[in-house]
């Protein structure tokens, strides 16, 4: 969810700062900020699939057991 609302601020940022107009350094204006901002998302993006992919193999060879209350009471506050 963190990473959720991360992208979308980063979004939102980058949408703001394309609206600025064209100036003296930025003939083309400042449009460029939202490609960046897709590149530095799909960045981030791979690297927690990376993160979460290592996380899975190590579960797999050493396997913890499931915290069952942790779990019911995660989701349901998810589900409120």
């Known amino acids: ?35 960046l901002a897709a590149a530095f998302k799909a960045i981030l993006l791979f690297g927690i699939a990376i993160y979460v992919f290592v996380e899975a193999i190590q579960r797999f060879t050493d396997p913890e057991p499931v915290q069952s209350w942790g779990m019911l009471i995660v989701a349901a506050v998810g589900l409120v």
């Open 1 to 35: 969810m963190l990473t959720d609302v991360a992208a979308l601020v980063i979004a939102l940022m980058a949408i703001r700062i394309g609206q600025r107009p064209p100036d003296v350094r930025r003939t083309f204006g400042y449009r460029r900020f939202e490609i």
